[in-house]
């Protein structure tokens, strides 16, 4: 069965960087497209990035410039980079590849000094 297993969060300052990684298993995600997500308390889960099977990258407004994106097909691994790190970034960060409903565990980021 599909999995996919989310890692890479945790606490960092306001300005901070940190890179989160999904690890898929059960599938060869790299024909997928794939996006990170994010959930902040109170709010709903909002999409936060998306790769396609072929490398094209799409952002929502508030992190464009500051987050990127990837893939590494070998590995079966998504990653995204998080630069400028704000606290209105703080949220459970979750991946999904598109056409299958799974979920991760979710991996928490917050930024706060």
């Known amino acids: 069965q599909v999995q996919l297993v989310e890692s890479g969060g945790g606490l960092v300052q306001p300005g901070g960087s940190l890179r989160l990684s999904c690890a898929a298993s059960?599938?060869?995600?790299?024909?997928?497209?794939m996006g990170w997500y994010r959930q902040a308390p109170g709010k709903q889960r909002e999409l936060v990035a998306h790769?396609?099977?072929?490398?094209?990258?799409n952002y929502a407004g508030s992190v464009k410039g500051r987050f990127t994106i990837s893939r590494d097909n070998a590995k079966n691994t998504m990653y995204l980079q998080m630069n400028s790190l704000k606290p209105e970034d703080t949220a459970v960060y979750y991946c999904k590849i598109w056409g299958y409903a799974v979920w991760g565990q979710g991996t928490q980021v917050t930024v706060s000094s």
């Open positions: 059960g599938v060869i995600s790299s024909i997928y497209t």
């Open positions: 790769i396609t099977s072929g490398g094209s990258t």
